[in-house]
């Protein structure tokens, strides 16, 4: 992990409106997926760590030398948002409904306002941030896995076994 760099390494997480379980869908946990694919293909961000839990997804990854910070969370953000109210309109109505908001610049609201963004200045706090996102799943809030690597939509099966069935990663050493 580079020090002196434009972006630092940072751990961002952003939750779902009203903590609501938007994301347990697995055609829209491909679909968060895809999205952050595509800003690693445009080479916008690197991607070395995630977990997509059911209302919140956790990421640690830098944003590209050149790019805006606050431009890539918000058009990430943005995207996500319009292709999760496109599927919840044709698939569940009644959820969809639920994120209706009376706001001046939308009608919809997916994610809740002011997602953070923390820089990870430190081996250290990284290293906690890496653990705490793998440890989610396994959390006896949530216990959808025994264990970290067994949950799908995470990073934790690369870092233990090497495995990246979305060709996403980069690791963390290499960022």
Known sequence: MAVLEEHHVQFFTAVCKDWLPLLQ?????????????????????????????????????????????????????????????????????????????????????VWKRDSMSIDLYSEKFFQQKLAYIHANPCQPKWNLVAHPADYYYSSAAYYEEGKDPFQLLTHFQEI
């Open 25 to 109: 869908d697995h055609a829209i946990e491909q679909l968060v997926i895809e999205a952050l694919k595509f800003r690693v293909k445009k080479d916008q961000v690197k991607d070395c760590a995630f977990v997509i839990m059911p209302n919140h997804l956790h990421l640690i990854w830098r944003i590209t030398k050149g790019e805006k910070r606050e431009a890539v969370q918000r058009d990430f953000l943005k995207f996500t948002a319009r292709e999760i109210l496109k599927h919840l309109q044709a698939n569940d109505p009644a959820l969809h409904t639920k994120l209706q908001v009376a706001a001046a610049d939308r009608a919809h609201q």
